[in-house]
Structure formats: structure tokens, C-alpha cells
């Protein structure tokens, strides 16, 4: 089974500055899909960003990018230039994709993001 | 824009009570998802449904069952509340694509004393 890693329960940064949160996986597949989701405080979880695995280019989205590290089955988040609206819970996820019956997407238990003025 | 809507925010139950929890996506998405998220776990499939009338079952489905009566709307049923249910429950849908990049409601917060 498909296994998802976050192992930063909480994170802090200061505003304007730089923060990476690490997510690594476990699977035998070689072709899925990796997302990060932020889940802001009393308010519904939304997509970040997200990353084909057969790409080898990493994926950006304004000030958030990732570093996907397909052998090592690595899938960071980093947010640059952090605002206070980044605080946030942050969940990666994995999918096999479109193949029917792989629809799931499995969660890691999240990262807590505290932004500091 | 996509809308994912569930029928309440909060709730407060009796153990043993039936409970329905509804939800609701308005873009024809044909998949739907009920997960259920606690602190240090993170989000936990309970259930899918990739059309009308059907289900899989998720990791923890033991002591909840699903309805799908049409394709906008995905119903997740406590047959007998405990305790143990408390908990923050999650419906999201994702259209049949490459990504499927799943699309979440606000969720509910329910408390079974």
C-alpha cells in the first residue's frame, strides 16, 4: 500500500522569508501524481500545486514550488517571500491517477505552518 | 467555479442516534469522497463512489455506509453514533481525469456525546 510521509508536525517562518516542508512516499509504481493542499484555519482545503511524475521539471505556481525527487521518493513544498495568508495546514497527497478504481488520493498527516510577523 | 457544499458546519449527536451527513457538488464531477480528518492522522478515506449507486470502500469504512442516489449528491451514514466518530468529516469530488485533483467541501464537525 501506498504510504505518504510528513514529518514536520509544525513548521514556522518568518514573513518574507523562505520555508520548505519535506513529504516523501512510498510506492512501486512509477507513473502517478503528487498534490500539496492548504487547509487555511476554519476554511476549506484547496489545491497548491501539483506534480506528474513522469515530469522530470518541478512544478511552480507563483510563489510556491516543489522539489520532486523521484528516487528518492521525495516531494517538497517551498513557499517563498511567505505571507501571514500562508498560514495553513499542509497535507501532500498521492495518486495513481485516472485509471479506474485508482482514483484515491492518499494524505499524509499534514504540516502545521505558523507564519510570525 | 467549483462548489462542493455539505449540509451542516457543526453538529452535536447522541450516541446510538442515526446520523446523515449530506453533501452536495454542482460541475457533474463524477467521483465523490467522504474522508474523515483528526489531529496527527490527517485525512482518512471512509468512502468513494465513482458513479451513481456506487461505492468502495475507503480505509476505515467499519461503523458508516454511503448513499448515491444521484450524481450530485454523496451521503455519508452513521448507522449508531459513538463516540469515537467525533471527528471533522471531509466530502470532496474530482472529475474522471488524468489528475484527479480532488475539490473539497467546508466539512463538519460533528460531536456525538
Known amino acids: 500500500a501506498q504510504t505518504v510521509t510528513q514529518s514536520q508536525p509544525e513548521m514556522s517562518v518568518q514573513e518574507a522569508e523562505t520555508v520548505t516542508l519535506s513529504c516523501t512516499y512510498d510506492?512501486?509504481?512509477?507513473?502517478?501524481?503528487l498534490f500539496w493542499y492548504k487547509q487555511p484555519p476554519s476554511r476549506q482545503m484547496i489545491l497548491v500545486i501539483r506534480?506528474?511524475?513522469?515530469?522530470?521539471q518541478n512544478a511552480t505556481e507563483n510563489r510556491f514550488s516543489v522539489n520532486f525527487q523521484k528516487a528518492a521518493k521525495s516531494f517538497s513544498l517551498k513557499i517563498s517571500d511567505s505571507q501571514l495568508g500562508d498560514a495553513a495546514m499542509y497535507f501532500c497527497?498521492?495518486?495513481?491517477?485516472?485509471?479506474?478504481?485508482?482514483?484515491?488520493?492518499?494524505f499524509g498527516t499534514g504540516t502545521r505552518l505558523t507564519i510570525i510577523p | 467555479d467549483v462548489k462542493v457544499t455539505q449540509s451542516s458546519r457543526y453538529l452535536v449527536k447522541r450516541t446510538g442516534e442515526k446520523v446523515f451527513l449530506e453533501c452536495v457538488q454542482d460541475?457533474?464531477?463524477?467521483?465523490m469522497f467522504w474522508y474523515r480528518q483528526d489531529p496527527g492522522l490527517g485525512l482518512r478515506l471512509i468512502y468513494f463512489?465513482?458513479?451513481?449507486?456506487?461505492?468502495e470502500k475507503g480505509d476505515i469504512p467499519e461503523g458508516y455506509s454511503v448513499s448515491r442516489e444521484k450524481k450530485e449528491r454523496f451521503s455519508l451514514i452513521l448507522e449508531s453514533a459513538s463516540t469515537n466518530q467525533t471527528s471533522m468529516y471531509l466530502c470532496?469530488?474530482?472529475?474522471?481525469?488524468?489528475?484527479?485533483?480532488?475539490?473539497f467541501g467546508p466539512g463538519t464537525r460533528l460531536t456525538v456525546l
Open positions: 497527497a498521492y495518486t495513481l491517477g485516472a485509471n479506474f478504481g485508482n482514483e484515491k488520493l492518499t
Open positions: 470532496a469530488s474530482s472529475p474522471r481525469d488524468f489528475y484527479n485533483e480532488q475539490f
Open positions: 510506492t512501486s509504481e512509477s507513473d502517478y501524481y
Open positions: 460541475m457533474d464531477h463524477e467521483n
Open positions: 463512489s465513482y458513479d451513481v449507486k456506487m461505492k
Open positions: 506534480q506528474e511524475a513522469y515530469k522530470q
